[in-house]
Each structure stands twice: as C-alpha cells, then as structure tokens.
C-alpha cells in the first residue's frame, strides 16, 4: 500500500465504493474509467485489495468478496431490511432530536443503508462517503468489537488512515479500545470521521449475541449524552428481532 504514494487510502475507498456500486464484477478499464484514475493504478489498488482479501478475481474481471449477509442479499433481502429498520430509526430520531443510522459491515468498510436526521444535519450527511472505514467511526468500532474476524482482518493493515487530526491510527490503541467497547457495549466518534460532529453508538444483537448492525446517534457541536444512549440502548433491544427475522432470510436464501 505504500507504494501507491500519498492519496492511497482514498482511492483504495473510491475503487471499493464504485465497485459497490456496480453490484456486479467489473473489468480494468471500466473501473479506470469510472474513478478517472489511470488503469496501471487501479489494477494495482486491486492487487492490494486482492492480497487484503477485500475483492475476488473471476477471469479479466474483480467482484468484491461478500464476507457479510448485507453483501450476500439480493436487492430485495435489502430493501426489505431497510424498511424494517426505518420506523425504529424514526422512533429514536422523536425521542432525542438527534441525526440516527443503522449501519451494517461491507466491502471492508461500514455502509449506512438508511438514516434519519433533521434539516440541520444535511450538510454533514452530503459529507459522508458511503463506505466508510470502520476505525474512526462510532458503528464500526461496534462491529469490529463484537466480529472478532472483522477485527482481526481490519487490525492487520500496516496503517490506518486519518480522516481527521482526532482519529485514531495506531492500531494498538484502536485494538485496546474495541476491548472497552466489547465490555461496555458503546462505542464513541469524538470527531475522528468529520470534525464538529459527535457520534455514539450500541450494537444491535441476536439472541445468540451475534451483531447484526449497529445503530448510532450524531450530534454536532456535542456528544449525544447519558440520554441519547439511554434511547439507543432501548431502540436496540426493540429492532433486534425484526432485523433478525430479515437477515436470517436472507442468509438462508444466499445459502
């Protein structure tokens, strides 16, 4: 990765986001042409993303590697998942006020398929990338807690980007904090995604302990509070069998 220079991450993240986006596996020089980066270096962020094991070769061509059930659905199975989780979203969103999301692990990163957030919140939400690194955000700290293959797989990269000057990069100290959240069962995002924002999240569990998302809080200015948590905590618990019920089929129709 780092013979790529300066700029690596980003691209590594604007090749696996057009790549997600295709839904389907995507030759060289279509990708070149997509992310408007010469062809001998997108095929050789693939030869990286490939070594990762984040992305599969069939032929001429690169799929990415469907590790989770959000990957493994079919458009349905995800339509379906983001009407379910949509009213629990709505609920939180009437009792704090405050920006909501669920977020599911993909491609690597942490993709929010659905949100709900207030006029205010817009401008921030038109900064998020789609697929974001799961290290300097509160919902991939959650699901990189508690997927210890997630955890060990993402760990073993040399290097974690910055996404600003408060994200953490040392992966000792992000492995140390994945242990705090494992134990507390909340994550925090001081800042360390976009500056001025401040997210915290709770992971949404079968009865099994197995996490199937993570559902978050965003505030700007300030951290959600005792009370914010308090009501994802609730919303958690309560979403917990729907969203079960529907990645259940999903991963049964993927089988």
Do not use: N
């Amino acid at each position: 990765m780092k013979a790529d220079g300066p700029g690596a991450a980003e691209k590594l993240i604007i090749l696996l986001h057009e790549m997600g986006r295709a839904e389907r596996a995507v030759g060289v020089s279509e990708l070149a042409r997509a992310v408007a980066l010469p062809k001998s270096t997108v095929h050789r962020l693939l030869a990286t993303l490939e070594r990762a094991g984040a992305v599969r070769r069939l032929g001429p061509r690169y799929a990415l590697q469907a590790d989770s059930v959000w990957e493994r659905a079919g458009r349905h199975q995800r339509v379906l998942l983001v009407r379910t989780v949509s009213p629990y979203l709505l609920e939180l969103y009437d009792l704090t006020g405050l920006a909501a999301s669920y977020a599911v692990p993909a491609q690597g990163g942490v993709l929010f398929p659905a949100s709900v957030y207030p006029h205010a919140f817009t401008r921030s939400v038109m900064r998020t990338a789609t697929l974001v690194p799961p290290h300097c955000t509160a919902s991939g700290k959650v699901l990189l807690a508690h997927d210890p293959d997630l955890r060990d797989r993402f760990l073993a990269r040399p290097a974690l980007a910055p996404m600003t000057r408060f994200t953490l990069t040392d992966p000792r100290r992000l492995d140390g904090e994945l242990l705090a959240v494992r134990r507390d069962g909340v994550a925090h995002d001081r800042q360390e995604h976009l500056l001025g924002i401040w997210t915290t999240a709770v992971p949404v569990l079968d009865g099994r302990g197995r996490v199937l998302g993570a559902l978050s809080l965003a505030a700007s200015g300030r951290a959600p509070g005792a009370a914010g948590e308090r009501a994802l905590r609730g919303v958690a618990r309560a979403m917990a069998p729907a969203v079960a019920e529907v990645l259940h089929r999903a991963e049964t129709r993927s089988a």
